[in-house]
């Protein structure tokens, strides 16, 4: 405890989210993210390999439990994505994320682009990927190399996005958890947090 008063203070940005209840799609819930937001499979793998995980008792099983009961019969959903209240794109999203940090799940370098303290968000979708496609771009995201924009994979910088689902709903993970369904609001709030960030030099 001795270290704790030399620890240095960083402000970070926090994201703002507004979604649908996943049990009453008419009720919405406000939520705070501090890393980042999951829509698709993505969020579809976290859900189901917590229900494996009550039954197998295994992280790395429950998860591959999971990956093989999702990705086979995921199907893309057509979303309007708008930006910083103007921009609009109509895309399909086999799997999208709202980043504040750079990783997810430890090592997956899916915003290479993010930095907690930038005052942006960065969006990342990925679309019509077949299941085989998807896990080598998931491989890809891996490590601490970048990866490059190519056709099915978009990234972009906002401070505000909304996604309004047109087909089916889509599960929503925020930092982790399973929480709730599209439609869905993301805002960031630069600087709205103080953490201690490590010892001063």
């Known amino acids: ?3 704790i008063g030399q620890m ?9 989210v507004t979604i649908a209840d996943k ?3 008419e009720t919405t ?3 705070i993210v501090l890393n980042a937001a999951e829509m698709g499979v993505g969020a579809e793998i976290i859900s189901r390999s917590k229900k494996f995980r009550a039954k197998i008792n295994s992280r790395s099983l429950s998860t591959v439990a999971a990956i093989v ?6 199907e893309s959903n057509e ?4 930006m910083d209240g103007g921009r609009k794109i109509n895309s399909n999203v086999t799997m999208a994320v709202v980043a504040n940090g750079k990783f997810l799940g430890g090592d997956f370098n899916v915003a290479p682009r993010a ?6 968000l960065d969006l990342i979708i990925m679309k019509n990927s077949g299941s085989l496609k998807m896990l080598q771009k998931l491989v890809e995201m891996k490590g601490n190399s970048e990866y490059l924009d190519e056709e099915d994979l978009l990234y972009y910088q906002a401070s505000q996005v909304t996604f309004l689902p047109k087909n089916r709903n889509m599960t929503v993970s925020l930092d982790g958890e399973p929480v709730g369904i599209l439609p869905a609001i993301f805002k960031l709030y630069p600087y709205a947090l103080t953490i201690n960030s490590g010892a001063n030099q």
């Open 115 to 120: 930095n907690i303290s930038d005052g942006k």
């Open 79 to 82: 979303c309007d994505i708008i």
């Open 1 to 3: 405890f001795k270290h």
């Open 29 to 31: 819930l406000n939520r």
């Open 69 to 74: 009961s999702t990705l086979p019969t995921y």
């Open 8 to 16: 240095k203070k960083r402000k970070i940005d926090v994201i703002g």
């Open 23 to 25: 049990d009453n799609p």
